[in-house]
């Protein structure tokens, strides 16, 4: 089945320091990926997506890049700040041609945590 | 523009009691709809999902049950809350076409 691994948080950095999260991802097929984050006592939000091979994803300085040859998509932002703290999920959808049931499949999310 | 409500937000109720929870989807049709579940920690897991009105998978076997009375509502049900159903409690929404999945703002369950 599916599956995606996530760096072990809790992470913390200094504001303007950078930011990596690997993610890794098992899947049949031609999976659709994503990173959500959760902010406190809130639910999920979209950050970016990638549908194909070398398709980058980006939204608000984070970055990632769908690498189909490592089975990564790892989150990068060049200089956090401190409303960057949240927890970050890694997901992949096996939705393929748009005839499947586009089911969500998540990782263990790692906690980031920005000082000033 | 699609909006998704889920309510109520936090809700605390006794062990044995029943529950219902509703998610409901505006601005689209014929929507994929899911319910997830967010335990002490962190980790998500899908409860279940629905591709039409009355068309329900369930991914786990537990104590809850979904319902799709109409095309954009999805119900979460328990006869009687254990504590172990205690979480957060997320619905969300899917358009086959774009591959956009939007999530509502989730329900705060505790069990006591």
């Known amino acids: 089945g599916n599956s995606v691994t996530q760096m072990e948080g809790p992470v913390t950095l200094s504001e303007e320091a950078f930011l990596t999260i690997n993610c890794t991802y098992t899947a049949t097929g031609y999976p659709s990926l994503f990173w959500y984050v959760q902010y406190p006592g809130e639910g999920l939000q979209l950050l970016l997506k990638a549908t194909k091979a070398d398709d980058k994803g980006s939204n608000n300085g984070f970055e990632a890049t769908y690498r189909k040859e490592t089975t990564s998509f790892h989150l990068e932002k060049g200089s956090v700040q401190v409303s960057d703290s949240a927890v970050y999920f890694c997901?992949?959808?096996?939705?393929?041609?748009?005839?499947?049931?586009?089911?969500?499949?998540f990782g263990q999310g790692t906690i980031l945590t920005v000082h000033p | 523009s699609q909006t998704i409500h889920q309510w109520p937000a936090t809700l605390v109720q006794p062990v044995g009691s029943p529950l219902s929870l509703e998610c409901t989807v505006e601005?689209?049709?014929?929507?994929?709809l899911y319910w997830y579940r967010q335990a002490a920690g962190r980790g998500l897991q899908l409860l279940f999902y629905s591709v039409g009105i009355g068309q329900i998978s369930s991914e786990v076997p537990q104590n809850l049950s979904a319902s799709r009375p109409q095309d954009r509502q999805f119900i979460l049900s328990s006869k009687k809350l254990l504590l172990s159903d205690s979480g957060f409690y997320l619905c969300?929404?899917?358009?086959?076409?774009?591959?956009?999945?939007?999530f509502g703002s989730g329900t705060r369950l505790t069990v006591v």
């Open positions: 969300a929404w899917s358009d086959r076409r774009n591959y956009g999945y939007t």
């Open positions: 997901a992949l959808s096996d939705q393929a041609g748009g005839t499947s049931y586009g089911k969500l499949t």
């Open positions: 601005g689209t049709s014929n929507p994929n």
